[in-house]
């Protein structure tokens, strides 16, 4: 496909075209388009332009895979939140070698030195939450996954799972509460 003669074309229609057809072409011309801001994205996080480069293409590897599961309404807001997962997770897999310019320890000043206890408990935070969104209920976890992590409304949840609006409601609340508590009950017993 000669991607020039599909500039008319909006995110939204190629996105379409391909859920009707399940052409990956369509998707050759949409990803394109989001090269530069992914770049910007990964380089934001990662501080590595090689790095950044090879992030991206695995995105739209990641982005096909995803793409042909689920049904994205609002593709730009959730390609971002793919990257930044992607990146969040590259970092995290550095053992814990999370760039200072992404921790909350900027705020303090340049004074202070990061210390490492601080950046091990930042990972062990993420390990715990991991173990605890696996025992929730199942309809929690779904639900907290679809909408936190996957940013979709309530009405998506609702039209995904076939839970009520009320039902996907209180499974995200109660769920969050649930998170909540397992967390501090894991972090006052290490």
Wanted: aromatic share 10%; net charge neutral; charged share 30%.
């Amino acid at each position: 496909m000669n991607i020039d003669k599909y500039t008319h074309i909006s995110d939204q229609e190629l996105l379409e075209n391909f859920y009707t057809t399940h052409d990956v072409e369509w998707l050759g011309i949409l990803l394109p388009r989001y090269t530069l801001l992914l770049l910007g994205v990964c380089m934001k996080y990662l501080k590595n332009e090689e790095e950044a480069k090879d992030s991206v293409q695995q995105i739209f590897l990641k982005v096909i895979t995803e793409l042909k599961k689920y049904k994205v309404e609002y593709f730009k807001s959730w390609l971002y939140m793919v990257a930044k997962n992607h990146c969040l997770m590259k970092i995290r897999d550095n053992h814990g070698k999370i760039p200072l310019e992404l921790t909350e320890r900027n705020m303090r000043g340049a004074e202070e030195p990061p210390d490492k206890r601080s950046l091990v408990q930042d990972d062990e935070t993420i390990e715990f939450m991991n173990e605890a969104l696996k025992e929730l209920s199942p309809e929690q976890q779904q639900c907290v996954t679809l909408f936190y992590l996957e940013k979709k409304s309530y009405q998506q949840i609702s039209e995904e799972t076939g839970f009520t609006m009320m039902q996907v409601k209180s499974y995200i609340q109660n769920g969050k509460r649930n998170l909540k508590l397992m967390i501090e009950k894991k972090l006052k017993k290490k």
